[in-house]
């Protein structure tokens, strides 16, 4: 460039002023709201169905919001004739005889009809005995309820000239009598009122009518939250700190999903911190292959391992965690497995994060099945509908022309898919073979049964049947993790969330025998914590898997499945006797606890298992001594635990931050082959750098 | 590992608002000073600037992924100034945005002959088109981006450079003559 446009440059480059703040944020906050807006307005649309209840104030809503100018003109111009129709004797005997007897299908209620009646023959008329609503408050209500205030100027000048300012002049009502009379407004009822209502409106609807209409409250509810997105989680509040004497036994279920840990490096990676409802530490924790020692051939299905280390938040405390270790089968003599795909293709499902990762992950998963497992598509949207028969896995073709056949459109109806899916399930199934239906879909459930509960319940009858069920999430802004928890949990199977390739990699493939084959069910961990030893106690994450003490030998009651090869870490963090971190002052009534002979236990930790498909629960018991010490893989897991805090923003940490973490976990990372943990750090790191600390 | 604007305006588009959130939390400093140099005038800037953040939500359902996220930004902000010099009652008053401030400035100070004011003086008799161009190329933007941008060829850009730049020379050499 010349001399000429390198002066102008760097003379523009300086002459460009900084944006205001004030002004950055204003702006950045409008084009949030009117993002949100736009949003709400097709979650809104779904509100005023053609199926509700319609009533006066529906259409009262409709025509303020349809009435344009042009139309407040006809409106007030006709009602200027109406008053010199009222005025004339002439005019008087045609309205007075036809209006009472007459319905109007525009009037749906009879209220609406007398008062409309009242409004119209008001100055002599004993149909003013008939309307019990008074015309001050409709005239009044109606004024405050014009879209605009010209619009009621207007109305209420032209029809003042007439003298017929009492009879609801303004706007709406004025225009109900006309139709009444002679259809003037030759469309009574338009289209459903557009969903970004006016606020003012609605309110003061409200407050003309607040016990006549609740209506236009509900329509107020669904416009006034602006919600970033449309994404629930499942999650409970953190896990209270216990106090050993007052509340000694812990129980629980075991948890292997992983979806929080894919959607927190969704967030991080895409530069906003996850929000707090979004992290379950036990998934972030559990995210990571350990490498427990294995159990022997003949033991048990899997093994504990316990370890106490000091915590690295607080050196007063320490760090209990739990390892368990699944039994590793011999993969070549691995039951028949049989696959029900159970794939939401709605409209939703378009996003290329969604139905063509899929695809795709579907099709790596696809080389390690072997030619006796079997195979079968269900799609579901606005029917559902089977795309691919049972199919053995050998015949790739077939499975993989369904599965391009695939196409994204329609609503969503999950349920009517489960069932079909579950029937597809049911008909493979054969003796010693493993069923499971892997549900793939972005969330949303908006067709039949839309209650989570109800649908649970549909999943906890079937899971009798001994079909697993699977859940897989893709993509974002439409969610719905409880949802999906909710299935996972009680289909005895896993969530987890794929958000790139690498992460199908790791579900389908890497894990694929953990994922698809439980080697035990129902796994509950009770610990009793020994009041001599440990003051206080706090389990670190499975809020959502609470169980109560009781249930813990009752066999009824369902827990999480451990599959093949798949570890399960727990971390309790425990002050013992005596340490200064001690948040409770000890009992002065209370009963003092004798240091009994095995003083040296900081508690005792019983597990409760079935092997698959058995309705009897067999248990493990193992006490927790002080002596075990952490090695890399519990010190990796405490780091990632702490990361989880740090993210979802409990406890109190003091200086403990990101960089400690980071520190602990890249000390820790040990033998990683899969690269899982350096991501982790990655993520600590990203997680550093938002949170500005 | 952070992810790309093409990734985020996509999820943006596909109803994801901490991705939009982000998107513009990116650009948006960008945005304003392009705006100013559309404009040449902080408060008409910071208007435009509302305009646009006002209107790209519904304007993120067209960004299909094809193009750079800052070539499609760009391109809303061009058509959002040329919306507003339209909306404005006569031509002259917001093509003479640069000029009007040029006057004041030179009511006040007619001796302050520094750099910044040569730059509005230059600015100011451009015409739209030109200035246009020149606030997308001083700014970095290639000239086959910026005939994407602005609608029109490649060719044409160089041209109207080189007519910039010419005009450019010519207020120079009169002032020299000064």
Known sequence: MTDDLDDLKSALNRATPRPDPAARVAHLRLAQENFAALQGSRGAARQTSATAPRGLWTGVKTMLNTLTSKGGLTVTTALVACGFLVLTPAGQNVLNGPIMGKTDPVADQPVAMSDLSAATAAPQDDAATVAPITLSETGNAANLTAPDGRMSAVSAELARPAEADNETA?????????SAVGGVASN??????????????????????????????????AAAPFAPDTEAYANAADNPLKITAEAPVSTFSIDVDTASYSLIRNYLTGGVLPPRDAVRIEELVNYFPYAYPAPGADDAPFR????????????????VSIGIQGRMPDIDARPALNLVFLIDTSGSMADPAKLPLLKQSFRLMLDQLRAVDQVAIVEYAGSAGQVLAPTPASDRKA??????????????????????????????????????????TDGDFNVGISDPDALKDYIATQRASGTYLSVLGFGRGNLDDATMQALAQNGNGTAAYIDTLSEAQKVLVDQLTGALFPIADDVKIQVEWNPATVAEYRLIGYETRALNREDFNNDRVDAG?????????????????????????PLRYGAVVAASADSDELGFLRLRYKEPGAADSQLLETPITSGSVAGNDAQFAAAVAGFGQLLNGNGDFGTWGYADAIALATENRGEDAFGYRTEAVQLMR?????SGN | MTTSDEDLAIAAAGGDGQAFASLLERQYDRLFALCFRLTGNRAEAQDLTQDICAALPAKLNSYRGQARVT????????????????RRATHTKASDGWGDWELARQAEIAEARDQLDWLHRAMARLNDDLRDTLALVLDDVTHAEAAEILGVSEGTISWRISEAKKRLRAIKETEEAL
């Open chain 1, 399 to 440: 499975i993989l022309n369904a599965l391009n056949g695939l196409g994204a459109g329609g609503s969503t109806n999950g349920q009517g898919g489960l069932q079909q899916a579950y029937q597809v399930a049911d008909g493979m199934a054969a003796d010693g073979e493993v069923s499971r239906v892997i549900l793939a």
């Open chain 1, 188 to 221: 009574p009822r338009p289209a459903p009122p557009p969903a970004t209502a006016p606020m003012a409106q609605t309110r003061s609807i409200d407050q003309g009518f607040g016990t006549v209409a609740p209506e236009p409250k509900e329509i107020n509810d």
């Open chain 1, 304 to 319: 504990p391992t316990v370890s106490v280390m000091q915590t690295p938040w607080n050196p007063d405390t320490q760090l």
């Open chain 1, 561 to 585: 499945e451990i599959g093949a090869g798949q570890t399960v870490t727990a971390i309790y963090e425990v002050t013992p006797v005596g340490s200064p971190a001690q948040l409770s002052d």
């Open chain 1, 170 to 178: 303004s706007g709406r009502s004025g225009e109900l009598a006309q």
């Open chain 2, 71 to 86: 070539t499609w930004l760009y391109r809303v902000a061009v058509n959002a100034a040329h919306d507003r010099r339209r």
């Open chain 1, 686 to 690: 990203l997680a550093q750098s938002l």
